[in-house]
T-cell receptor, first 114, second 115 residues
């Protein structure tokens, strides 16, 4: 069975600095998708970025980028120029298709300090 | 804008009560999901549905049932609530297909407390 591990329960960063959140996963499949979701305090979970496993190029969405290492089964999220609004729970998730079921990690709570 | 709504943000029930949590999406999505979110455990899938009247068990279905009579509505039922079902419940929906590409859209969550 697939598993997703986020080993950092909490992280903090200074405003305008860069932070990297870690995620590792375990799967025997070769084709799948990986996601980072953001859950702000008392607000709905939203998609931050997604990566297709067969694409070697790392996905980027404005200040958010990933470092996808397929052989190492690692999928980290880098947030550049951190802003106060980036403070949230961040979840890494795995999807191998089918009914689009997601397998989530335990989450990392990110604090952003002014 | 995709919208997923849940019937209550906060709910307090007593042990043994039957509890209904309702979720409605307005984007004609085929797939709908119910998760529970607990600190340190992330989100765990309870049940999902890929079509009207169709349902599949997720990873933690014990103590729960679901109903999907209309495409836009997916209900989670706690037949006899217990204190260990105190949690945050999240509903989500997505398009089908896409080989895993399609994102899930989430509701705001229902924080359920069972006393």
């Amino acid at each position: 069975a697939q598993t997703v591990t986020q080993s950092q329960p909490e992280m903090s960063v200074q405003e305008a600095e860069t932070v990297t959140l870690s995620c590792t996963y375990d799967t025997s499949e070769s084709d799948y998708y990986l996601f980072w979701y953001k859950q702000p305090p008392s607000r709905q979970m939203i998609l931050v970025i997604r990566q297709e496993a067969y694409k070697q190029q790392n996905a980027t969405e404005n200040r958010f980028s990933v470092n996808f290492q397929k052989a190492a089964k690692s999928f980290s999220l880098k947030i550049s120029d951190s802003q106060l609004g980036d403070a949230a729970m961040y979840f890494c998730a795995y999807n191998s298709g089918g009914y689009n079921k997601l397998i989530f990690g335990a989450g990392t709570r990110l604090a952003v300090h002014p | 804008d995709v919208k997923v709504t849940q019937s209550s943000r906060y709910l307090v029930k007593r042990t043994g009560e039957k509890v209904f949590l309702e979720c409605v999406q307005d984007m004609d999505h085929e797939n709908m999901f119910w998760y529970r979110q607990d600190p340190g455990l992330g989100l765990r899938l309870i049940y999902f549905s890929y079509d009207v009247k169709m349902k599949e068990k997720g990873d933690i279905p014990e103590g729960y049932s679901v109903s999907r009579e209309k495409k836009e509505r997916f209900s989670l039922i706690l037949e006899s609530a217990s204190t260990n079902q105190t949690s945050m419940y999240l509903c989500a929906s997505s398009l089908t297909g896409g080989g895993g590409y399609n994102e899930q859209f989430f509701g705001p969550g229902t924080r359920l407390t069972v006393l």
